[in-house]
C-alpha cells in the first residue's frame, strides 16, 4: 500500500492530483483507493458505491486521483448529456462543506468515476468488454 499524505487531519486535502498505476493501493488519512485489473468478468458487478467494475479499454494512458474543481463535467452512469459535477453533487444533496471528501479518478483528462458515488457512462461494463478493472474507495472513520 502506498501512503500518500502523512496528516493528522481526517480531512482529505482541499487541492490534490496524484497519479494511480493499476494493481496499486493508495491510503490518504481519510480514505483509501485501488484500481485492480481482473483477469476476467465478475459473476455479478458491485451494487455498493464503495466499487465498481469499469471497461478498462476506456483507461488511457495516465490515471490521477485528485479532488474535483469547479467546471468539471462527466456523464453520469445511465445518462446520454454531460453534467456539471457541482450539479451532480447539488443534485445529490451534498453539502458543499463535504464534497471535498469525494475525490474522482480520471483518465487522460477524463473523469472515469466520482469515488464512491457514480461512474461516467463511458467506462460501464458492456457485453463487449474484454478488459475490467476493478475500483475500490473507502472513508476512513
Not at 446520454?80 to 445529490?92: A, E, I, N, V
Not at 475525490?103 to 458492456?126: F, M, N, Q, Y
Amino acid at each position: 500500500m502506498v501512503k500518500l499524505t502523512p496528516s493528522n487531519s481526517p480531512e482529505i486535502p482541499v487541492d490534490f492530483a496524484y497519479p494511480v498505476e493499476l494493481g496499486s493501493e493508495y491510503a490518504f488519512e481519510a480514505f483509501s483507493f485501488s484500481a485492480k485489473p481482473l483477469s476476467e468478468a465478475p459473476d455479478t458487478l458491485p451494487r455498493s458505491g464503495d466499487r465498481a467494475v469499469i471497461d478498462g479499454s476506456v483507461l488511457g494512458h495516465s490515471l490521477t486521483i485528485r479532488s474535483w474543481k469547479p467546471g468539471d463535467w462527466f456523464t453520469p452512469l445511465g445518462m446520454r448529456g454531460r453534467k456539471k459535477l457541482s450539479d451532480f453533487f447539488t443534485d445529490h444533496k451534498i453539502p458543499q462543506e463535504r464534497r471535498s471528501l469525494f475525490p474522482v479518478l480520471e483518465s487522460d483528462g477524463s473523469i472515469v468515476w466520482i469515488c464512491g458515488l457514480r461512474l461516467d457512462d463511458r467506462a460501464k461494463v458492456t457485453p463487449s468488454t474484454t478488459r475490467w478493472v476493478e475500483l475500490s474507495f473507502h472513508h476512513h472513520a
